[in-house]
């Protein structure tokens, strides 16, 4: 096994560091919570229903607004609004009224002097609840016919007709479970009221004009009232997309109602109960295939737990069916897709945003295949990609950049797969106690987002005189690095070192009706916004100084030694101080709406993505039969970021999504008691991967292409993607399980998170079985 190359010796093209990482590493840089408090700042917390569901008889707060350090209590009837803080379906209260939904929704609003007293006063409310039965599970739904929408059917050619002439067929079912974002930065919002009843929000938040929007719906304003604004989050993973909404508006409202700034910093265990979390799945598959695995027929059912409101339940689970293919070819196949409605906290987007969940569906069905075969799952894989005359999904869209062909053929060499897989047979035959499995899955994921007008984005460039350049945009920095790479964009248009560059944060008073960062879009959108805007005022430049200096504008170049004119080189600085003193605007806006996407909701049919993001990885594994722990030993990955925006960060998102995708799929459990409490809501319970559970082994190289469709510098977007390629460690556990029967040709029927338990519940079955 070769060593790891270190990333910077890979990387051909040119990085910089994330923006803010010297203020990470000295602590300057500041959130939401960092903001100086002023003076008469209350602090918020609420008071959580006890009740998964139930009626509420009556409401007593007298204890808490005789507590210590309490200014003021709320309720529903408080609200002047609407009482609404959903994205799409007005579901979602603010605060309870008549009913409670699931355990810890919101029901009252406390607002102190400290945030301990806010809290502490927020359990010494009296409520009186009528409880009514709950649906606590999919199960419990199903019987109920508890869904947030009909069922909804996905179907090409004919599954059943199909699976009647097929030489095998095989079924099998198992469960998925969701996944908390876990964030290092909690939902935090600060809300400030300004003159003539405006407001300005600090939030934590992915999407600053929903908020914006909901804020001004709720307190009777207009949206132009409400100012939202955010630097900067410790991470997000879709859990600040809708979920920051509630906390913003709570902050709002106390600021409204009283005059004075509010701050709402979430307990994280109270975060963790509040806030939605990844779809759970359980998946149900019939399958049709011949003796080389490929697959000819599929009638394939994923149902989630949707919790108690829509959220964004419809397009999560519509993008499950969407990548139900992954990178295969299914010729008639029909995708069923329910989706129930329990009374646990709704669950919301997630990195991959149900992409995830279909993906793992048919790379288990690969691997259930290859077990009945008595094949290397790789092989049945190659079987099955799409290919000349097989490159059209289950949805219609055709398949125009198939590169995982290739990008599968380059990793196998690269990783040493064959050699190594013989290597694990070799050892799994001489050790009993000690097995290891070894797997190389490929990744297809869908960019834009799925709902059509979202697939735009604005932004607002300024040069000021002394040459120095600012810009703003409608994207959200949560980590992920989109603010540097669109500044680099900027840089580039004007040929000047990145440090001329200023971000600033994200402001709905600057850039209006933005789409939510998410989707894996935020530097494509935005990217190309900044670009749009930056050309506007270079072409402005290059008519100026071309009719200053009297020559052509075709002799006018931007280089990084300063602006060509003619045989003559001028400064930026000194071309943008001329431009402005000869009245030049020196300001654009830019705006950018991803083209030649439509999809038909109702038809399933349609190109809802503008193109494919690619990737593979090898991932071995061992795991100990006497205690059902698990290592992973190694991973190498080669994904496909197109003609790369910065490498160095397009490098960092692609480890860190892997190694939440490993958290999801073997260490990530999420318990609820018989009565819907959570009972894994805090760092001691929850178990998110560390430091020592990342392959000492490492690799990742990025594939040497370029983007097919114009995208800014023919770049792709790499948030998401990479969260899939952890899939590879799954499907390595279950050929570690199986090598504990090694003659028996069958999968373990193992379920993810593949904790101990049932990593020995699998070894189990499948010996005895």
């Not at 007593?60 to 803080?85: C, Q, R, Y």
């Not at 999560?316 to 070819?329: G, P, S």
């Not at 060509?564 to 003193?581: C, D, N, Q, Y």
Request: with cysteine; aromatic share 6%.
């Amino acid at each position: 096994m070769a060593e790891r190359d270190p990333a910077w010796k890979v990387l051909e093209k040119p990085s910089h560091p994330h923006d803010s990482a010297h203020m990470h590493v000295t602590g300057e840089a500041r959130y939401t919570d960092d903001v100086s408090e002023p003076l008469g700042m209350l602090h918020l917390a609420f008071g959580q229903s006890s009740e998964a569901r139930a009626r509420i008889v009556s409401m007593d707060l007298s204890e808490v607004k005789a507590a210590e350090g309490v200014v003021a209590v709320f309720t529903a009837a408080d609200i002047p609004g609407a009482n609404d803080v959903s994205p799409v379906a007005h579901d979602d209260r603010l605060l309870a009224t008549g009913d409670v939904i699931c355990h810890g929704q919101p029901v009252f609003l406390v607002a102190a002097t400290s945030q301990r007293a806010a809290r502490k006063a927020a359990r010494l409310g009296r409520v009186e609840y009528e409880p009514l039965p709950a649906l606590l599970s999919m199960e419990q739904a199903r019987a109920a016919d508890s869904l947030i929408e009909t069922t909804q059917h996905m179907v090409r050619g004919d599954a059943a007709k199909a699976m009647e002439s097929c030489p095998r067929r095989l079924s099998g079912r198992f469960e998925m479970g969701g996944q908390d974002h876990f964030y290092l930065e909690g939902q935090v919002a600060v809300a400030t009221p300004g003159e003539d009843g405006q407001v300005h929000i600090l939030s934590s938040t992915q999407h600053p004009s929903e908020i914006q929007h909901l804020v001004a719906d709720m307190l009777g304003l207009s949206s132009a009232d409400v100012t939202v604004e955010v630097r900067r989050m410790g991470g997000a993973f879709g859990g600040k997309e809708t979920q920051a909404a509630l906390f913003a508006a709570a902050a709002a409202l106390v600021a409204h109602k009283t005059g004075r700034p509010a701050k709402f910093r979430c307990d994280r265990d109270d975060d963790m109960v509040m806030t939605g979390k990844r779809h759970p799945f359980e998946v149900s598959y019939d399958v049709g295939y011949d003796d080389e695995g490929r697959l000819l027929a599929l009638s394939l059912r994923l149902a989630s737990d949707c919790g108690a409101t829509e959220d964004l339940s419809p397009a999560i689970n519509d993008r499950a069916m969407f990548h139900a293919d992954n990178c295969y070819y299914l010729a008639d196949v029909e995708i069923v897709s329910e989706r129930l409605k329990t009374n646990t906290v709704s669950a919301t987007a997630f990195r991959g945003f149900g992409g995830p969940q279909g993906m793992l569906a048919i790379e288990r069905i690969i691997d259930h295949i290859a077990a009945r075969l008595g094949k290397d799952p790789l092989e049945v894989r190659l079987a099955n990609l799409y290919g000349p005359g097989r490159d059209v999904t289950q949805y219609g869209m055709t398949v125009a950049d198939n590169i995982a062909p290739q990008m599968i053929a380059r990793l196998r060499e690269t990783a040493r797969y064959d050699e190594r897989a013989v290597e694990v047979e070799a050892f799994n035959a001489v050790n009993p106690v000690i097995k290891k499995g070894i797997a190389l899955t490929p990744v297809k994921f869908g960019i834009s987002f799925t709902t059509t007008h979202l697939n735009q984005a604005g932004a607002l460039v300024h040069v000021y005189a002394d040459g120095s350049i600012q810009v703003n945009h409608g994207g959200t920095e949560m980590g992920q690095g989109v603010y540097v790479k669109v500044a680099q964009v900027v840089a580039d248009v004007f040929g000047v070192p990145f440090s001329q560059v200023r971000i600033t944060a994200t402001r709905t008073d600057k850039v209006p009706n933005t789409s939510a960062t998410a989707a894996s879009s935020g530097a494509d959108l935005n990217g190309m916004a900044a670009y749009k805007a930056a050309m506007t005022i270079r072409q402005r430049l290059t008519a100026f100084l071309a009719r200053t200096h009297g020559c052509g504008e075709a002799e006018v170049c931007f280089t990084a030694d300063g602006i060509r004119v003619g045989s003559e080189t001028v400064p930026f600085r000194l071309a943008a101080r001329k431009a402005h003193i000869g009245r030049i605007s020196l300001s654009s806006t830019g705006y950018y709406a991803t083209p030649d996407i439509a999809y038909d909701r109702a038809a399933h049919r349609g190109r809802p993505f503008y193109y494919f993001a690619y990737g593979a990885a090898v991932s071995e594994v061992a795991i100990d039969t006497l205690t059902g722990e698990h290592k992973v030993l190694a991973v190498d990955i080669l994904h496909d970021v197109g003609r790369s925006l910065n490498p160095v960060i397009d490098v960092g998102q692609i480890e860190g999504g892997f190694i939440q995708g490993q958290g999801w799929l073997t260490t990530e459990e999420l318990v609820w008691d018989d009565k819907g409490r959570l009972l894994t809501h805090s760092p001691a319970t929850y178990k998110i991967p560390t430091a020592s559970d990342r392959a000492k082994h490492f690799t990742v190289t990025l594939w040497d292409g370029e983007n097919v469709e114009p995208t800014i510098n023919r770049s792709k977007a790499v948030g998401e993607p990479p969260f899939m390629l952890a899939i590879s460690v799954f499907s390595a556990l279950n050929r570690a399980i199986a090598a504990t029967a090694p003659a028996k040709e069958d999968l373990p029927q193992l379920d993810a998170p593949a904790t101990p338990e049932r990593i020995l519940k699998a070894i189990a079955g499948h010996r005895t079985s």
